[in-house]
């Protein structure tokens, strides 16, 4: 959901920025690193669902505040992709799989799936019971519609495999079925972009229909400012029975970091989505705050925009990359809250090979040889994209300057707000910027597809990297079987973007939630969501 939280989700903020208590274990290359389908059969939702509750009743009711950086623009999930609003849909609708803390592959709508052995016949049997938030049954015609309007709209988180049809066998039954195997695709039909939705939006328009957006989902709209705040109520008709137990949760908006922190010690919210790595232990050890972390789908990234003359150069990118030291820019910053990057992929993802990926590490002599060998041997002047408002971005910015000036590249840093600073890199109006990519699901072609097609909707994550040989890998690593031929695929996709470095992986940092110690129940997950159906309010 990509986070610009700073981050894109799926990569931005995404995002993302980009969780898990328990994360999962990733090795290097071979069966190791084959992700868990499941062959065909899933947990129940049930458990997933229940990961945060106590075993004592909880306590209903009550307004849960949540402090975020952004406001909420648009409830579209096939035209969205930052987290800002992907992390407000997943509240209000839901797909037919979804995703755990640990980034497994539960059933969801569906209460079974089965694949078939040749991989292109996907069934799916919804829940008995399941209702729209405003009364009306769920049928697979209402999955049908929302998954061919999603196919026909394409938009940032657009379903990637060849579909040849989406049908209703009966009420209860929908048959996906593919022209080519798409290994991804169960894994992808978990992103939020895949929720269904009423058929027909319910009979009014799409414009009336996303300003009052009726799904499956625990909450529904109640109040919504798309420049300020957003307020939810309960969903009467939520499948979970007695769930959301809390009545109303509240979006609230706060844009800078001092402030949502000063506001959640004070009280006045009930968490804070962006905790800064620095004041994770001061909120940690407060006396009536807690941090909630889980490993995270994220990794921080310093990007070239490709188009710029400078960074078109190669040796250019690698200069810089050697000229960072990223263990110790980690170690500053992070507090002990992440894992230096080697790769793209974060270890919680599969495939990818960090511990076999040959990394341009921090060598000062041989970021100057580098730099010689560019069509700028004598340096320049450059301009560093960063979005305000977020303290660890900026400390980053100086260290990454820094880095520059040691071997003649002087880098100017542009901090403009949020707003701004996603205009921009849509525009491509940038030379370099940091940013978060962010899988959306447990799998390497989340972020791998997202940063590295030119013909993507994000044209690898808005640098225009273009590297043929990338691009075959990366649609072979789609079709391929999960198993030890996907692993040297994408093992070797990884090593050569390491070695061209459209972009640098800077570290993987845990997701971290500062939240009031009364709170209970909170479910973080890898994409840096929060389901909040278990949510309790303590006095």
């Known amino acids: 959901m990509s986070q610009v939280n700073g981050s894109l989700r799926r990569a931005i903020w995404i995002g993302t920025l980009s969780v898990l208590l328990l994360v999962l274990s990733a090795g290097c290359s071979g069966a190791k690193n084959a992700p868990d389908q499941n062959n065909g059969v899933s947990q129940s939702a049930n458990q997933a669902a229940n990961e945060g509750a106590n075993k004592e009743e909880p306590a209903a009711g009550g307004t849960f505040v949540y402090g975020r950086p952004a406001s909420v623009t648009s409830f579209d999930l096939h035209n969205q992709i930052t987290a800002n609003n992907a992390f407000a849909i997943d509240k209000v609708f839901e797909s037919l799989v979804a995703f755990d803390s640990k980034g497994k592959i539960v059933d969801w709508l569906a209460k079974s799936h089965s694949i078939s052995e040749d991989g292109l016949t996907y069934t799916f049997e919804l829940r008995d019971g399941l209702k729209f938030s405003n009364g009306t049954d769920v049928t697979a015609e209402d999955a049908v519609f929302s998954l061919n309007r999603h196919l026909k709209v394409g938009g940032p988180l657009a379903i990637a495999a060849k579909v040849d049809s989406v049908k209703a066998k009966d009420n209860k039954t929908l048959v996906i079925t593919l022209k080519e195997p798409y290994t991804p695709f169960l894994s992808e039909l978990s992103n939020f972009s895949n929720g269904i939705l009423p058929n027909n939006f319910g009979g009014v328009s799409e414009e009336?229909?996303?300003?009052?957006?009726?799904?499956?989902?625990?909450?529904?709209?109640?109040?919504?400012?798309?420049?300020?705040?957003?307020?939810?109520?309960?969903?009467?008709?939520?499948?979970?029975?007695?769930?959301?137990?809390?009545?109303?949760?509240?979006?609230?908006?706060?844009?800078?970091?001092?402030?949502?922190?000063?506001?959640?010690?004070?009280?006045?919210?009930?968490?804070?989505?962006?905790?800064?790595?620095?004041?994770?232990?001061?909120?940690?050890?407060?006396?009536?705050?807690?941090?909630?972390?889980?490993?995270?789908?994220?990794?921080?990234?310093?990007?070239?925009?490709?188009?710029?003359?400078?960074?078109?150069?190669?040796?250019?990118?690698?200069?810089?990359?050697?000229?960072?030291?990223?263990?110790?820019?980690?170690?500053?910053?992070?507090?002990?809250?992440?894992?230096?990057?080697?790769?793209?992929?974060?270890?919680?993802?599969?495939?990818?090979?960090?511990?076999?990926?040959?990394?341009?590490?921090?060598?000062?002599?041989?970021?100057?040889?580098?730099?010689?060998?560019?069509?700028?041997?004598?340096?320049?002047?450059?301009?560093?994209?960063?979005?305000?408002?977020?303290?660890?971005?900026?400390?980053?910015?100086?260290?990454?300057?820094?880095?520059?000036?040691?071997?003649?590249?002087?880098?100017?840093?542009?901090?403009?707000?949020?707003?701004?600073?996603?205009?921009?890199?849509?525009?491509?109006?940038?030379?370099?910027?940091?940013?978060?990519?962010?899988?959306?699901?447990?799998?390497?072609?989340?972020?791998?597809?997202?940063?590295?097609?030119?013909?993507?909707?994000?044209?690898?994550?808005?640098?225009?990297?273009?590297?043929?040989?990338?691009?075959?890998?990366?649609?072979?690593?789609?079709?391929?079987?999960?198993?030890?031929?996907?692993?040297?695929?994408?093992?070797?996709?990884?090593?050569?973007?390491?070695?061209?470095?459209?972009?640098?992986?800077?570290?993987?940092?845990?997701?971290?939630?500062?939240?009031?110690?009364?709170?209970?129940?909170?479910?973080?997950?890898?994409?840096g969501s929060i389901r909040f159906e278990d949510v309790r309010i303590g006095k």
């Open 208 to 527: 009336e229909f996303f300003k009052k957006p009726v799904g499956t989902g625990p909450f529904v709209v109640e109040k919504w400012d798309p420049a300020g705040d957003l307020t939810f109520s309960k969903n009467p008709n939520y499948w979970q029975t007695g769930k959301p137990f809390i009545d109303k949760l509240v979006y609230k908006l706060i844009e800078d970091d001092s402030q949502a922190i000063n506001q959640l010690k004070a009280g006045e919210v009930n968490a804070i989505e962006s905790l800064a790595l620095q004041n994770a232990n001061e909120i940690k050890n407060g006396a009536e705050t807690k941090v909630v972390t889980n490993g995270s789908w994220v990794t921080e990234q310093l990007f070239f925009n490709t188009l710029d003359e400078h960074f078109a150069d190669v040796h250019v990118r690698r200069a810089l990359a050697l000229a960072l030291d990223r263990e110790g820019l980690t170690k500053a910053l992070t507090f002990g809250y992440a894992q230096t990057a080697n790769s793209l992929l974060p270890t919680t993802i599969p495939y990818n090979a960090n511990d076999t990926i040959k990394a341009l590490n921090f060598d000062v002599t041989a970021a100057k040889e580098e730099l010689a060998k560019s069509k700028f041997p004598n340096g320049f002047t450059t301009k560093l994209l960063v979005a305000s408002g977020n303290s660890t971005r900026a400390q980053e910015a100086q260290i990454i300057q820094a880095a520059g000036q040691a071997i003649g590249i002087k880098i100017e840093i542009e901090s403009v707000e949020l707003a701004t600073f996603r205009e921009r890199f849509f525009a491509y109006d940038f030379s370099a910027m940091l940013n978060s990519g962010q899988a959306d699901s447990p799998e390497a072609n989340s972020i791998i597809a997202f940063q590295t097609d030119p013909n993507g909707f994000s044209k690898s994550y808005w640098t225009h990297y273009t590297n043929d040989d990338v691009t075959k890998l990366l649609y072979e690593g789609q079709k391929t079987p999960d198993g030890n031929e996907r692993a040297k695929i994408y093992s070797t996709l990884l090593q050569t973007l390491a070695d061209e470095v459209p972009y640098i992986p800077l570290y993987y940092p845990e997701i971290l939630k500062g939240i009031r110690s009364s709170v209970d129940g909170i479910v973080v997950l890898p994409n």
